[in-house]
Structures are given as structure tokens and as C-alpha cells.
């Protein structure tokens, strides 16, 4: 079951991510990730509008609160809105509890 998760995670971040550069400096690695902020939403149903952009627009990253487990983080926004429901996210991206405190975040 993780593994479907995973490979779920994965699919979506390649599609939204649009460039990732992985560089060393002073014996670390820095990875820095391109993702664009906002995305255009559509609707398989409704071509014409979607083009044009009439639909609207969602952030692509959504920060997330566990308020039972104290882990936060970002995920990938899933636009669901074609279907008449909310938005979704993707499990954990980049968890981030273990870097920052919440306040911060």
C-alpha cells in the first residue's frame, strides 16, 4: 500500500514540477525545485471555458497541518473541482516539522 502511495506522490510531482536542480556546495547537496505557484484549472467536460481560462485557478502547493501526529509540511494540490468537489492533496512532499517550528511555518 505504500508503494501505491508513493508512486502516486511521484506521478503528480512529475507533472507539476517543472525543474529540479541538485547542486553541492561546502559538502552538502542543494536541491532546489521549480514549481509553478499557481495553475489554471480544467474540465475535461468543458473545453471551450478551460482554454480560455475561465475556470479559475488553484495554488499547486498546499501546506499541511497533522494535528494528531505534529507533522506539517507541503503536498501537491490535486484540482478536483471538475468533479464538483474540493481540492485534494497529495500525501507529504517535503515534510518540514523537522526543520522549522509550526509558528514559522
Request: hydrophobic fraction near 30%; glycine fraction near 8%.
Amino acid at each position: 500500500m505504500k508503494t501505491k502511495k508513493t508512486n502516486r506522490v511521484r506521478d503528480i510531482a512529475n507533472k507539476k514540477v517543472k525543474q529540479l536542480t541538485i547542486n553541492e556546495r561546502g559538502g552538502n547537496l542543494i536541491f532546489e525545485i521549480v514549481v509553478p505557484k499557481s495553475k489554471k484549472r480544467s474540465n475535461p467536460y468543458m473545453e471551450e471555458e478551460s482554454a480560455r481560462g475561465e475556470l479559475g485557478s488553484y495554488n499547486t502547493v498546499t501546506g499541511i497541518i497533522d494535528g494528531k501526529t505534529s507533522e506539517y509540511g507541503l503536498a501537491f494540490t490535486i484540482d478536483m473541482s471538475y468533479k464538483g468537489k474540493d481540492d485534494q492533496f497529495s500525501d507529504f512532499s517535503l515534510e518540514v516539522s523537522t526543520f522549522i517550528e509550526q509558528d514559522e511555518f
